[in-house]
């Protein structure tokens, strides 16, 4: 069977500065390893699977009461660095899953939850092989991830140390919140902007 796939989800941007800086660090990293960068560079904290339009339209009515209670959160960038799995390739940076990252996460989960929505399946989501609505990954074991290049076809182990000092430039400061949905024709599309608490609409 194949393997199912989210067809809408929370994201994280850089905004402002941070993200003329992000942008900076990404066509660095591109140049330095000969990749792609991404489109739109994020940090996903909700995938939200078989979402029916409806289910989305409810799920943006509760992300806005929802964002003004969250502060802003600093996306921490590490050094690690490792691959996407198919069917998506390309180079990633893992964040630090800080006590306000799991909490956000946890709280999308919840908010997912109460409109009977899946979101973020604790196993591989495959049709016909598992219940509706499994338990969702626990936050503990939440591996945040921030994707750089969208396509990258060198060597992991030598690009490294190459890429390493570029990770201060590429963390940044989450000030909303990002719903992002697959479209009829196959692509994603950015949806609407929850400001976060104090944070200008």
């Keep these: 069977m194949t393997r199912r796939m989210p067809n809408c989800c929370v994201l994280l941007i850089p905004e402002g500065p941070d993200r003329a800086r992000f942008d900076a660090a990404v066509r660095r990293a591109a140049a330095l390893v000969g990749g792609t960068p991404v489109a739109m560079p994020h940090l996903t904290v909700a995938y939200l ?3 029916t339009p409806g289910g989305r339209a409810a799920y943006a009515r509760s992300l806005e009461p929802f964002a003004r209670t969250v502060p802003p959160a600093d996306v921490i960038v590490e050094e690690a660095i490792t691959w996407w799995s198919l069917p998506y390739e390309g180079l990633l940076y893992i964040a630090q ?4 990252l799991a909490a956000l996460y946890d709280g999308l989960a919840h908010l997912a939850h109460t409109l009977d929505i899946l979101c973020n399946p604790s ?4 049709s016909g092989t598992m ?9 503990q074991s939440w591996v945040p991830h ?9 060597d992991r182990e030598a690009a ?6 570029l990770a201060p430039d590429l963390s940044f400061r989450a000030r909303s ?3 992002s949905y697959l479209n009829e024709d196959g692509h ?9 608490r104090g944070e200008r609409p």
């Design 97 to 100: 899953r800080t006590p306000a």
């Design 123 to 126: 196993v591989e989501y495959r």
């Design 131 to 139: 219940s509706p609505h499994p338990e969702p990954v626990p936050a």
């Design 160 to 165: 490294a140390p190459l890429l390493r000092p």
């Design 146 to 154: 921030v994707k750089v290049l969208a396509t990258f076809d060198g």
């Design 188 to 196: 994603w599309a950015l949806g609407q902007r929850f400001a976060l």
């Design 177 to 179: 919140l990002r719903l």
């Design 49 to 51: 699977y078989d979402v």
